[in-house]
DNA sequence: CCATTTCCGGATGTATAAGTCCACTGATCG
DNA sequence: CGATCAGTGGACTTATACATCCGGAAATGG
């Protein structure tokens, strides 16, 4: 629930980008997967999605691979949802029908609004600048 | 995103149910069908765990159907997420691996935590009395 | 009892998401 | 240029959630 499997791929991946110390250099697809723990074969798809989106660049042949195209604390969660097609801004009311919007509200509707509401604010409000906020690094994992 | 298609038919059905004048009176899954718009043959298996979870009880036979086993206001959210088997308040971290916890937190926890609490609460604090928080009945729907 | 109603639950089918495979293109290095 | 590296994107397979079907069991009413 809440994000599905292609979104916490993108996720990682991002997450584990911003952490590296040079922002600059690229990170092969190969590196992508052992890291973000992403299976290898999926991660083009994943990253594809993120490179359309504007959020990173790709490089092709020797010494080639993905980096962030913006600063870690510019690069909101959001917008890593609407790269994975999960933008929560057009999400339907779950609890009423196709109609159901602000003017024709179903009956759970209000419930729904704060819930979304409360998604949205926090998918904008964080960014990847919070990779920073936990000292754990990623390579402690076994 | 956020809530299956399951869980939303059982937010529906939960919805109609306390939204009706008698609340003592069964319902049958062709009527919880047809007024929570799920498939018609689908009712039964989205009925069965909210039965299974005790929120709601059955009966079989002529004039019979399904009917809440509490007052709305004492059913919360979370409870028939629960019963969906999308219990909140066990999903493991997005971000990090599956070893990722409270003890050994990924770069990302913080920013889960957020995310999860706040999830949390609103399906702890809302219940099914916020059918009535609405005026536009369900009936409305063309 | 018998006929009818309605839920029960396993078996089966379908749609979508997730994951794999591979031939291709572009970039780099010697 | 030729060898190699690394992303691209379409075709394909697999897994899972969603949905259907149907025989059966309980409850009710006549």
Redesign the pocket.
């Known amino acids: 629930m809440l994000l ?6 993108a996720f990682r991946a991002m997450a584990y980008l911003a952490s590296r110390a040079d922002l600059d250099s ?7 997967a052992e890291a973000a723990n ?8 994943v ?2 999605r993120l ?2 989106a504007g959020l990173v660049s ?9 980096r962030l195209l913006k600063e870690p604390r510019e690069i909101s969660f959001s917008t890593i949802l609407q790269a994975t097609d999960l933008d929560p801004r057009n999400q339907r009311c779950a609890f009423g029908f196709g109609q159901c919007d602000a003017e024709r509200p179903c009956h759970l509707h209000p419930a729904w609004s704060r819930l979304k509401e409360s998604f949205n604010g926090w998918a904008e409000s964080t960014t990847l600048a919070s990779v920073h906020d936990n000292p754990e690094p990623w390579k402690d994992a076994p």
Chains 1, 2 share one sequence.
Do not use: C, D, W
């Open positions: 599905n499997q292609t979104a916490e791929y690229a990170v092969p697809s190969a590196e992508l992403i299976p290898g074969h999926y991660v083009s798809k990253m594809r490179v359309v790709s490089q092709r042949g020797h010494g080639g691979g993905f």
